[in-house]
């Protein structure tokens, strides 16, 4: 042994105990951890769990037991004869192609007309513009049964019955869209417009240039919210058409289920194509949506 290991004391290895944070910084105790993954695996068990059993459903073959106990998600012997069967039942793809042409429209109205009238009320100074929001407010608390028979008599008086356009032209532009839009944009900092404005731009290069391409991100909140809301709409499409040609997706699926209510692998499979338009929208837009979230958010 050297001179040196002598003298100096020997140093115990220094162990660091881990310690889990939430994002203030706060430590995290053991116990409330294992809560919070309990209630977010329990909240998933009761949102995605349906949407499974629906998927595992359509792929069973006739022979499989879909009601045992306990029940099987993984189906023995998968199969896509079901969706066939659906295809050579109801004309599901042209009851998709008119969900499709009505919904696109949908997103378009509702991003065009939620994002000038969000600018409007956020950023330009006229009389009466706090009335107006307060309408927008009001809006959304009127339940759409209310005045589902007054859109039915005003599309019947521009004859507009049993036409797409009928079913886009009252949720065309959503009053909450036009608040996301409004919160977004009053979340951008003034300089930036008064720097343009300075410059020399008027009122639409400051918007098209300046403030729209700062809130993409509740942009794409409103592109999803308008094509769930058109893709999944049912009472008011039921109403307005009456030709079988141009139902849409939600109506289509009633008949089937009507027709076919015992052969449960059916309807899964009806169900489960009507659902992956949605979930493929939101797998490109979920980047933007988690982010517009924050910017639309409505602020006390």
């Known amino acids: 042994m050297s001179v040196l290991e002598k003298v100096r004391p020997r140093q115990e290895p220094v162990v660091r105990e881990l310690r889990v944070t939430d994002e203030h910084g706060r430590r995290v105790r ?5 809560l919070r993954y309990a209630l977010l695996l ?9 949407f499974l059993w629906q998927l595992s459903t359509s792929l069973k073959g006739p022979t499989e037991d879909i009601f045992g106990s306990p029940p099987e998600f993984l189906p023995s012997h998968p199969t896509l004869h079901n969706y066939e069967r659906v295809a050579d039942t109801i004309p599901v793809w042209d009851y998709a192609l008119n969900s499709l042409k009505v919904a696109s429209a949908s997103v378009v109205t509702n991003c065009v007309g939620s994002a000038l009238a969000g600018y409007a009320l956020a950023r330009l100074r006229y009389r009466g513009r706090g009335v107006a929001t307060l309408v927008f407010v009001l809006a959304m608390l009127v339940p759409v049964e209310g005045i589902i028979i007054a859109q039915f008599t005003t599309m019947r008086e521009l004859g507009l019955n049993n036409t797409l356009i009928g079913v886009v032209l009252p949720g065309s532009i959503g009053a909450m869209n036009v608040l996301l839009m409004r919160n977004a944009f009053r ?3 003034y300089e930036i417009e008064e720097a343009a404005y300075v410059d020399g ?3 639409w290069q400051r918007f098209w240039r300046i403030a729209l391409p700062s809130v993409k991100g509740t942009l794409a909140v409103v592109a999803i919210f308008a094509f769930m809301g058109a893709w999944d709409d ?3 499409p039921l109403i ?3 030709d079988p040609d141009k139902f849409t997706l939600t109506i289509g699926l009633n008949y089937l289920h009507g027709t ?6 059916l309807v899964a499979a009806g169900t489960v194509i009507a659902v992956a338009p949605l979930i493929a ?3 490109c837009l979920q980047r933007y949506f988690f982010r517009g979230v924050g910017e639309g958010a409505v602020k006390g």
């Not at 053991?30 to 294992?34: P, R």
Request: aromatic share 14%; hydrophobic share 65%; net charge negative.
């Open 201 to 203: 731009a008027n009122v």
């Open 42 to 50: 329990a909240v998933l068990a009761l949102t995605v769990g349906p």
């Open 240 to 242: 307005v058409l009456s």
């Open 30 to 34: 053991v116990w409330e951890l294992v």
């Open 260 to 265: 076919f209510a015992n052969d449960e692998r």
């Open 234 to 236: 049912f009472l008011w």
């Open 187 to 189: 979340n951008l900092p």
């Open 281 to 283: 929208l939101f797998a």
